[in-house]
C-alpha cells in the first residue's frame, strides 16, 4: 500500500478518490494472486505494471467519471446544477448565449475535474471557470445584457434615426439626444441583444415613455 500510494495524488487528480480506490483493491487483489509476497512483486516491473493498466482499464470501463470524460451522470448532475440559474442567464444573455456559456462550462469544469462531485466542492475553482467563459463569450463580440456588440447597436440607432426629424420637431435637437441617450443606455441594460428589445414591442414603448418624461421635467 505504501508503494501505491506514491501514485495517489496523481490518480485522484485523473479519476478521484473513489475510482483510485476500487484501483487500488484491484491491484491489491491481482498482486497477491501472482506474487507470494510483496520483495517478489516489486521485483517484476513488467508484470506490476500490467496489473497497474489492467485495473485501470477495468474501472474505466465501469463507467467511472475520470478528467476530460464523466460519465452521464455526472454530466447530467452539473446540467441541472447550471439550468437552476437558467432564467437569470437568459436574461443576461439570451438563449443562444447561455447555451454557449453552459456548453463552455460543462467542457472547462469535465477537464479540470476527475467527477461533479470534486467539482462541486470547489466553488472558487468552478465560479473563475464560469468566469472565464463569460469573457470568452464577451471577446467573442457577442452582446449580453448592459454590452453589446456593435452591431446591435447600429441597428438600434438606426431605429432611432427613423424617428429622430419627428422628435426633434417636438422637443428640440438637445432634448432630442438626451432622450435617445436615455432609451440606448436603458434599452441595452434590460435586454441581452437586439433581437430580445425588438420582440418586445410594449417594453420598447414603455422605455421611450419613461425616458420622454426624464427628458421633460
Known amino acids: ?76 448532475k452539473a446540467i441541472a446544477e447550471m439550468s437552476s440559474e437558467r432564467d ?25 475535474y476527475p467527477n461533479f462531485e470534486t467539482a462541486d466542492n470547489d466553488l472558487t475553482g468552478v465560479e473563475a471557470i464560469a468566469e472565464d467563459c463569460i469573457n470568452e463569450i464577451l471577446d467573442s463580440g457577442i452582446s449580453m445584457r448592459g454590452n453589446w456588440n456593435s452591431q446591435d447597436l447600429e441597428k438600434v440607432t438606426a431605429e432611432f434615426d427613423k424617428e429622430r426629424s ?17 432609451a440606448m443606455y436603458t434599452i441595452e441594460q434590460t435586454y441581452p441583444n437586439y433581437e430580445a428589445a425588438d420582440n418586445d414591442i410594449s417594453g420598447l414603448e414603455k422605455i421611450g415613455e419613461d425616458c420622454m418624461n426624464k427628458v421633460l421635467e
Open 1 to 76: 500500500m505504501t508503494e501505491l500510494n506514491t501514485t495517489r495524488n496523481q490518480l485522484d487528480e485523473l479519476i478521484g478518490e473513489a475510482g483510485t480506490d476500487k484501483i487500488f483493491d484491484c491491484a491489491m487483489e491481482k498482486m497477491q494472486v501472482k506474487y507470494k509476497n510483496f520483495a517478489e512483486a516489486d521485483s517484476d516491473y513488467d508484470g506490476m505494471r500490467l496489473i497497474g493498466k489492467t485495473c485501470m482499464e477495468d474501472v474505466m470501463a465501469t463507467g467511472i467519471s475520470f478528467k476530460g470524460q464523466w460519465n452521464e451522470t455526472d454530466r447530467e
Open 88 to 112: 437569470e442567464l437568459d436574461e443576461l444573455l439570451g438563449t443562444e448565449k447561455t447555451d454557449a456559456f453552459m456548453s463552455c462550462v460543462l467542457d472547462k469544469i469535465e477537464q479540470a
Open 166 to 182: 419627428e422628435i426633434e420637431s417636438l422637443i428640440g435637437v438637445e432634448k432630442t439626444d438626451e432622450f435617445f441617450e436615455c
